[in-house]
């Protein structure tokens, strides 16, 4: 007997584990939490994907297009931190995009290579989800693997019952104390500047009539886009990564059309999401010049969403951002870019503006590129 009761009670300890391994992962996440107020903290595990990049990712020259790498990115963001913000029971929601902080394209991917994109969430605030992504390309023929791009994004959870709902998130668990304190920062930062561009959503893009070749006008672009169920979430509203492969997609013609060279990304400064896009709008993607250095253009980016079914509503800003450029030779090297004239005074106030924001990122990369004492 005593054998048959010990084995009893050893059965009877596996009993819950087994009952984890039976209901899967969302119970294995669950099986791992800790208690932290009202609601529990949860220890976050990273995403990671990867696909082949094919002809149609690419440009004329076989680079990848910068906007194929972001859809990418907010894809990777966007399965890591809804998975996240459903890791408890309670109201289900998805995690919409609402903020990427500034993109530097570390080096160009083509054709032919893999991208490796790992996604991992670093804080969490009471309604929102800040997710980290990391962008590797591997070229298969020789192994060789790079960094290509660092992004941060920002996610809220929005309810499924009531998408105009914002849910609370689930507490992630930090290994080091100062990592929550750090992710404050970043947190309040990214609040202050998303309220500092609020102020441009009045703003919008005028065509010129017979405009001068390196003028604002001869380049600026518009694309008009009918949001279709493939744009969309579950719920009908446009995938961030959808809206920002549009807004490169145009920044892309107007930096071509400026330098007539082979053009690719090099970064995009933050881009806010305003508002959500609903599916069968009518958008339409603004894109004009504001700054050029001796090597790279700036271009703002601005999508305006049209509800051309729904009278109860007016036209409004959806998104905005910046993006820069460098125009390339046939081998590869960067090339000078064409001077921008600007005529009005709104113009020249734009190019101040963008000066600015210019030195102010080549200050910070050479204060990053200074060895520490």
């Not at 119970?27 to 939490?33: F, G, I, N």
């Not at 017979?210 to 969309?232: A, F, M």
């Not at 719920?235 to 330098?259: P, Q, S, Y």
């Not at 729904?310 to 409004?316: E, M, V």
Request: proline residues 5%; aromatic residues 6%.
């Amino acid at each position: 007997m005593k054998p048959l009761l010990a084995l009893a009670i050893r059965l009877r300890g596996l009993a819950p584990q087994a009952a984890v391994l039976a209901n899967g992962p969302r119970q294995r996440r669950r099986a791992s939490v800790w208690a932290v107020g009202t609601m529990s903290a949860v220890r976050s595990e990273p995403c990671v994907s990867g696909r082949i990049m094919r002809p149609d990712d690419a440009n004329v020259a076989g680079n990848v297009h910068g906007g194929t790498i972001l859809k990418m990115i907010e894809e990777a963001g966007a399965i890591i931190s809804t998975r996240h913000c459903n890791s408890q029971n309670g109201e289900r929601c998805v995690a919409a995009l609402a903020r990427v902080e500034r993109t530097d394209f570390l080096s160009p991917m083509c054709i032919g290579e893999v991208a490796h994109v790992s996604a991992e969430i670093t804080y969490t605030s009471k309604h929102s989800v800040e997710v980290q992504v990391h962008v590797m390309s591997e070229n298969i023929l020789t192994g060789t693997k790079k960094l290509t791009n660092k992004a941060t994004l920002w996610y809220v959870p929005l309810s499924l019952k009531d998408v105009d709902k914002v849910l609370e998130v689930p507490p992630v668990v930090y290994s080091r104390q100062e990592q929550e304190e750090e992710g404050r920062k970043r947190y309040e930062a990214q609040k202050l500047e998303r309220m500092e561009t609020k102020w441009r959503n009045g703003d919008i893009v005028q065509p010129g009539l017979n405009p001068e070749p390196n003028t604002v006008g001869y380049s600026q672009s518009s694309l008009i886009h009918l949001v279709g169920p493939s744009d969309c979430t579950l719920h009908g509203f446009v995938h961030g990564g959808v809206t920002m492969k549009l807004m490169d997609e145009v920044a892309g013609i107007v930096a071509a059309r400026h330098c007539k060279t082979n053009i690719v990304t090099a970064s995009v400064d933050a881009i806010n999401f305003h508002d959500k896009i609903r599916k069968g709008y009518v958008i339409t993607i603004s894109g004009r010049m504001t700054f050029t250095s001796n090597k790279s253009m700036e271009i703002e980016v601005l999508v305006d969403a049209d509800p051309v079914v729904d009278n109860s509503q007016k036209r409004y800003r959806a998104a905005s951002a910046f993006f820069t450029y460098v125009s390339l030779s046939q081998e590869g090297r960067s090339l000078p870019v064409p001077q921008l004239m600007p005529e009005t005074e709104d113009e020249k106030k734009r190019f101040e503006e963008g000066k600015g924001r210019y030195l102010q990122m080549k200050a910070k990369r050479q204060g990053q590129a200074e060895p520490q004492p």
